[in-house]
């Protein structure tokens, strides 16, 4: 859909092509993906986080015939994490997430924080079980 005031120029050609290439890429299928059936009746769906990026840019030189004298770049990129897996089995869904490697320290110490959680409770149990006595 083109604007009505929209100056027709070969960066918006660019950009337009740009998009619809991202368009052919990421679509609901990427994001949901196909049933996947097991042998033992089991069915799997796979769901996918999509980020992308988009850029682009481009000048025309000199007056006479721009059209003739535009450079211009675009660029676009993809990213695609699996999320889960809906399971679905005898009737009953479930969710079964997919562990992603913790990338940062900031990542680590927030997977560790129930792990450190549940020391520290069994440490106070223990002592109120001792105090008790």
Do not use: C, W
């Not at 005031?5 to 070969?10: D, F, L, N, Q, V």
């Amino acid at each position: 859909m083109d604007h009505p005031m929209e100056k027709k120029s070969p960066l918006n050609d660019m950009m337009r092509a740009t998009m619809e290439k991202i368009r052919e890429m990421v679509d609901t299928n990427t994001i949901v993906g196909q049933p996947i059936t097991t042998p033992d009746g089991v069915t799997l769906i796979p769901i996918s986080k999509v980020s992308f990026g988009f850029g682009s840019g481009g000048g025309d030189y000199g007056k006479t015939s721009p059209k003739e004298n535009f450079g211009g770049g675009s660029a676009a990129g993809v990213k695609i994490d699996p999320v889960a897996f809906l399971v679905i089995k005898d009737g009953a869904t479930r969710v079964l997430p997919v562990a992603v490697p913790p990338v940062s320290t900031v990542d680590r110490v927030v997977e560790m924080v129930p792990d450190i959680m549940d020391k520290v409770e069994k440490y106070f149990d223990k002592k109120q079980e001792k105090e008790a006595l």
